[in-house]
Nanobody, 123 residues
C-alpha cells in the first residue's frame, strides 16, 4: 500500500484543518491506519489510529477531544480533522498503515508510510 498525505498549510491558533491521506492498493481496506507527526530534532509522535472497520480508535492524550480520525474504504482515504489547533500542533504529519487488528502507537509497528504534509499553527 502506498500512502500520500495532503491538506497541510498555515492556520491560526484555535482554527481547524483537515488532512487527507490517499491510499493505493487493494489491501488498504484491511489495514489499520494512523497519523503521526514530527518536529525537527524530535522522534515521530503518535497522533491517532483507526481499525479497518472504523470501530476502534486511539488518540494521543495531547489531541484527544480535538482531533478526529476517519476513513473511507470505498475511496481508499483516511482523514484527520483537527480543531482547536495550538502552536504545539505544528509539525509534519504523516499517515501510515499496518496489517492486523491491534491499534499500535509505536511508529516501528507501521510499515507503510506516506510523504508528510506540513501543518503550521500561528499565534
Amino acid at each position: 500500500v502506498q500512502l500520500q498525505a495532503s491538506g497541510g498549510g498555515l492556520v491560526q491558533a484555535g482554527g481547524s484543518m483537515r488532512l487527507s491521506c490517499a491510499a493505493s492498493g487493494r489491501a488498504f481496506s484491511s489495514y489499520i491506519v494512523a497519523w503521526f507527526r514530527q518536529t525537527p530534532g524530535k522522534e515521530r509522535e503518535f497522533v491517532a489510529a483507526l481499525t479497518w472497520d472504523g470501530r476502534r480508535r486511539g488518540y494521543a492524550d495531547s489531541v484527544k477531544g480535538r482531533f478526529t480520525i476517519s476513513r473511507d474504504n470505498a475511496e481508499n482515504s483516511v482523514h484527520l480533522q483537527m480543531s482547536s489547533l495550538k502552536r504545539e500542533d505544528t509539525a509534519v504529519y504523516y499517515c501510515a498503515g499496518r496489517e492486523g487488528s491491534v491499534l499500535q502507537s509505536s511508529s516501528d509497528e507501521y510499515f507503510s508510510w506516506g510523504q508528510g504534509t506540513l501543518v503550521t499553527v500561528s499565534s
